[in-house]
């Protein structure tokens, strides 16, 4: 399995970002999917999942960015997203989509900055 995450990059607080994650060497339509994050010197967070069919009641998200982030898929891409709004200054951290909600099957990552 090759996840390969993109989109990150500096922006400033209340604004927005889309992270992308291509996704090959598994059945992707078939899989839950998830984005994680790592801050300095911190551990791996989870912060959403998403069901193989996607779409509403299918998503789930951390307590600290429901209401800003979005997760969707698109299986025919093999693609994942995380539509990041509203960012805040926490929100920096190395983004990785993964397999699994511990992150443990994860891709290189992709840095988001939140910063003025």
């Known amino acids: 399995a090759k996840l390969v995450e993109s989109g990150g990059g500096l922006v400033q607080p209340g604004g927005s970002l889309k992270l992308s994650c291509a996704a090959s060497?598994?059945?992707?339509?078939?899989?839950?999917m998830y984005w994680v994050r790592q801050s300095p010197g911190k551990g791996l967070e989870y912060v959403s999942a998403?069901?193989?069919?996607?779409?509403?009641?299918?998503?789930f998200y951390a307590d600290s960015v429901r209401g800003r982030f979005t997760i969707s898929r698109d299986n025919a891409k093999s693609t994942m997203y995380l539509q990041l709004n509203s960012a805040k200054v926490e929100d920096t951290a190395m983004y990785f989509c993964?397999?699994?909600?511990?992150?443990?099957?994860r891709g290189p990552g992709t840095q988001v900055t939140v910063s003025s």
């Open positions: 993964a397999r699994d909600r511990a992150g443990r099957d």
């Open positions: 060497g598994f059945m992707f339509s078939a899989a839950y």
């Open positions: 998403i069901s193989p069919g996607g779409g509403p009641g299918n998503t």
